[in-house]
């Protein structure tokens, strides 16, 4: 699939999170929404990254935005990352990283390290920003209440 972009709808897709529930992403729409793809739990950066979020979350739930950490680890190896971290938000098991094609999400380094990109979308389920950094952690989340506080 083409690489989606601002103004385009996100797919419907379904997801196991970290306890084992299916998350639908259709019955979420109606609220802003923060989806980050990330390369693999418990590395340097995406502990960075994630710890980043979960430092931040008060900040999304006050505007009344979910956020939503999507790698193609399994259902187990989410719970763990998000114990070992308080990480307060929903982490999704993408098995064969189905959803990451869906969003068109590009891989990096020679197509060894799934790509690290962080989706900002609407309570209609549009996308209003995309932020695709493998090195800038941090900034995904200054990247994603600026455009959710701008929207």
Not at 9 to 32: A, H, M, T, Y
Not at 64 to 73: A, H, M, N, P
Not at 119 to 142: E, L, P, R
């Amino acid at each position: 699939m083409a690489k989606l972009r601002e103004g385009d709808q996100i797919p419907s897709f379904e997801l196991e999170n970290q306890d084992g529930k299916l998350v639908k992403i259709k019955e979420r729409i109606g609220k802003p929404m923060v989806i980050y793809f990330y390369p693999k739990d418990d590395t340097p950066g995406c502990t960075k990254e994630a710890c980043s979020f979960r430092d931040s979350y008060e900040a999304f739930t006050d505007i009344g935005c979910e956020v939503f950490g999507i790698s193609g680890d399994s259902v187990e190896k989410h719970k763990q990352f998000q114990q070992k971290h308080n990480l307060p938000f929903q982490l999704l098991a993408d098995k064969g990283n189905l959803v990451r094609k869906q969003f068109g999400v590009p891989t990096n380094l020679l197509g060894l390290i799934p790509g690290r990109v962080t989706y900002i979308v609407d309570q209609s389920g549009k996308i209003i920003k995309v932020f695709n950094s493998q090195t800038a952690v941090n900034k995904h989340v200054s990247e994603a209440l600026e455009a959710l506080r701008n929207s």
